[in-house]
């Protein structure tokens, strides 16, 4: 599967701001979809990740509260939604997809994802 993450930009500080996740090769309702991303100098971090079935999301504490991540299966889209943005959110969002049977221990590992998208970056200026 090949997945691609866009809707990346920079933004003011309290700003919100959109991604997008696609899929192409089989359908996103196949995989698990984890957001995760990278600034400079940095290891690539968890965000935010929706399990294939079940409507079950998992957030890391940086974002909880202010990123929402849904998936609309008929547009094969999963989205970031992200809100109260934050100069430290400024990275590479990158998306990927997992089928791995342990999600739920394994959600926020960057292992348990097979195939990644090219990241898009966001930039929050103070």
């Known amino acids: 599967v090949q997945l691609q993450a866009f809707g990346g930009g920079l933004v003011q500080a309290g700003d919100s701001l959109r991604l997008s996740c696609t899929t192409s090769g089989r359908a996103v309702s196949n995989y698990h979809i984890g957001w995760f991303r990278q600034a400079p100098g940095k290891e690539r971090e968890f965000v935010a990740a929706k399990r294939r079935s079940g409507d079950v999301s998992y957030y890391a504490d940086a974002v909880k509260g202010r990123f929402t991540i849904s998936r609309l299966n008929a547009k094969n889209t999963v989205y970031l939604q992200m809100s109260s943005l934050k100069p430290e959110d400024t990275a590479v969002y990158y998306c990927?997809?997992?089928?791995?049977?342990?999600?739920?221990?394994?959600?926020?590992?960057?292992?348990?994802?097979?195939?990644w998208g090219k990241g898009t970056q966001v930039t929050v200026s103070s």
């Open positions: 990927a997809a997992s089928t791995t049977a342990s999600y739920s221990g394994l959600y926020d590992n960057v292992g348990s994802y097979a195939s």
